[in-house]
């Protein structure tokens, strides 16, 4: 995670978290230490750890930090090879992907599945469209199509956000990050929910954290200039795509879900029900499952190179 302030202690922070969930994580931290790789001027924070023949990579949404889909590690490093990358301050999404490009070829991984949530699903987009060769298959959680007419709003919120002292940035983060994930939580009364609070309050103390939304909105902005994704872009790209959503999130709209699946009409579509934007939270064991039974149909589908190894084994 992010290196926080030192006048607010992790035990602070963590202090009305059930103790099985704060050990959970801290057992987590000591048992996923990042590896470091300098690629460029830019240097890289990723967890890379599992087991198995195939590699999942799985990018991180707003936190940009790959310990943020620790349940998603923990749920799969039993079954794949994982590659958890945290951003660098990226100045153009095509860096943002030539260093996670730069990664997996550090670790002499040849094909990913990617799986990108929200935020991250949109570097999972451009990711494939850099590197299709890397990728067998793309799984696309709570995300969207960035269409030009976000520019004018990713312009402007690039004007503002560095002349924001910390003192508004934090409330407007917390009031951001309650109406999307936490005020979800509290409504269904989930067990974690507490927990996450406590898990964003620790980000959101970070001196950095602020440094790494201007990156990312730059990064965003930088998407509206180039060519909008079409169907058509990946034609000659024969992986596979599932798309997860939830008809309520908050923070994609039914007309840009809409956008999403015609813009991949191949897909395969996992729709939930008053999940809001935390399916892997709210849902996380239906999440799981959808996910393993998708990896392993593309894994196992005839004529694959994976299953006639298989069956010559």
Sequence with gaps: MYPYRKNVPFDELFTKVPA????????????????????????????????????????????????????????????YRIIAPSYTLSLTMAGLCEGIFRILEAE??????????SYGGLVAQYFVRQHPAKVRSLILAHTFILTHRYAKPLWI?????????????????KFRLDKV????????????????????NEAIASDLLKEVFIHQNKCLLDLTRQPQFTPDDLNQWHGK????????????????????????????VHTFSDAGHAS??????????????????????????????RNQG
Excluded: M
């Design 20 to 79: 099985e969930q704060v050990a959970r994580l801290k057992a987590f931290r000591l048992a996923h230490p990042y590896k470091q790789l300098t690629a460029g001027d830019e240097q890289w924070q990723y967890i890379c750890c599992g087991r198995g023949e195939q590699t999942l990579l799985l990018l991180p949404g707003a936190l940009s930090v790959g310990e943020s889909n620790f349940p998603l590690i923990a749920a799969f490093e039993n079954e």
């Design 108 to 117: 002499a991984v040849n094909e990913v599945h990617v799986f990108g949530a």
């Design 157 to 173: 919120a690039g004007k503002l956000f560095p002349a924001l002292p910390h003192s508004l940035f934090v409330p407007l983060l």
């Design 181 to 200: 994930l936490l005020s979800t939580l509290r409504a269904r009364n989930h067990p974690e929910a507490e927990f996450w609070r406590a898990y964003l």
């Design 241 to 268: 795509i599932l798309i997860i959503e939830s008809d309520d999130d908050p923070a994609i709209s039914s007309r840009d879900r809409a956008l999403l699946r015609n813009t991949y009409p191949r897909s395969q």
């Design 280 to 309: 892997s939270i709210l849902r996380r064991e239906e999440v799981v499952s959808v996910i393993r039974t998708f990896l392993h149909n593309v894994i196992n589908q005839p004529g694959s190179r994976f299953s006639i190894l």
